[in-house]
Every structure is written in structure tokens, then in C-alpha cells.
């Protein structure tokens, strides 16, 4: 990428950003543009979908999710791992408004570019839900899409009540509740 074209592109994802955290990730594209100062066409060169931009914009995060998991899964009981690493996931759709139904839309679409960009975590998010069902801490008659899903419903729910932290940590508790095989959130986690 020739350097104008990169940075504009650094300009793009940087007025994306703080557009997302200002007004959600449905945000006008061409005020991204502006913000960005420039034309509607470069942005659409460089991100050809909204979704090609979010998943751009959390692509690093991502990444992060997924390192954090193996993290977890090195220091903690699978079901501590699991619940520390759903606390993070959700605190990261309620990043900004909207992104927990626009990821829980992309979850199953292998044609979308948030989908592909979340590859990493989806698969870690697997691995944690397998590891905690093997070793007996998490329900079997559930799989790792179902868990990502609550989860995004969590966030959801979160960000249409306006609940604040507590709120969103006591709901995804009772998620967890539901969802461990002795039903109890396992502490410090909990």
C-alpha cells in the first residue's frame, strides 16, 4: 500500500473509532469520512461495507480476546477460565452501542468481513467451552455458538436497559449460573 493510501487508512480507522464510541457503530459512514478528511470513495475503497470497517476497527481486539483465553486457560479451572473470558467478550460488545447484534447477526454468516475478523476469538471461545465441558465445570447439552450468543444477548440486554456494570455482571452471572454444571459462578470470577 503506497503511503497516502496507508495513511488515509490509519485516518479512516482512527474516525471510526471514536465516531463508534461516540454514537454506536451505525454511525453515517460519510461523517466517518469527513472526520476523517476524506472523500466518501476512499473510505469505500479501503472498507467496501460498514461491516469491513467494524471489523477493521476491532480486529486488534479480537486478537486480544483470543490471547487472553489461552491466558486464562493456563491460570485458572476451565470454568474460572470460562467466566473470566465472558466477562471480557461482553465488556467488549458493549464497547460500542450496537456491536452485540451486529456480531450475534455474523456469528454463522462465513461470507461476512466481522466474521472472518473474529475467527480467532470465535475459535478460542470453542476451545474454552470444550475444555469446561470436559472437564465437567459446564453443561454438554450446550456448544460454543449457543454460550457466544447468551453472551451477546447479555450485552444486548445491557445496552438496551442502560444497565450499568453491576447490572450487566449480575445478568451475565445468572447466564453463568444456568450454564455451569454445580451452578455456581465460581469465585473470584463470580
Known amino acids: 500500500m503506497r503511503a497516502d493510501a496507508q495513511r488515509n487508512r490509519e485516518r479512516l480507522l ?3 473509532r471514536a465516531a463508534f464510541a461516540r454514537a454506536g457503530v ?4 460519510d461523517d466517518i469520512a469527513r472526520d476523517a478528511n476524506v472523500g466518501s470513495g476512499t473510505l469505500y475503497r479501503h472498507f467496501p461495507t460498514r461491516e469491513a470497517l467494524v471489523a477493521a476497527v476491532l480486529d486488534d481486539r479480537y486478537e486480544a480476546l483470543a490471547a487472553e483465553a489461552a491466558r486464562l486457560q493456563a491460570e485458572h479451572s476451565p470454568g474460572e477460565a470460562l467466566v473470566a473470558w465472558l466477562k471480557l467478550f461482553v465488556n467488549h460488545l458493549m464497547t460500542y452501542r450496537g456491536l452485540a447484534a451486529s456480531v450475534a447477526t455474523v456469528l454463522h454468516d462465513e461470507t461476512s468481513p466481522l466474521y472472518s475478523a473474529c475467527h480467532a476469538m470465535r475459535a478460542a471461545a470453542y476451545e474454552l467451552v470444550a475444555t469446561a465441558q470436559r472437564g465437567g465445570a459446564v453443561r454438554d447439552d450446550i456448544d460454543a455458538s449457543q454460550v457466544l ?3 451477546a444477548g447479555v450485552a444486548w440486554a445491557g445496552e438496551q436497559s442502560a444497565a450499568d456494570r453491576a447490572g450487566v455482571e449480575h445478568m451475565l452471572a445468572v447466564l453463568m449460573d444456568g450454564l455451569l ?3 455456581r459462578v465460581p469465585r473470584p470470577f463470580g
Open 14 to 16: 482512527a474516525a471510526a
Open 26 to 29: 451505525e454511525t453515517s459512514l
Open 149 to 151: 450468543h447468551l453472551a
Open 181 to 183: 454444571c454445580n451452578g
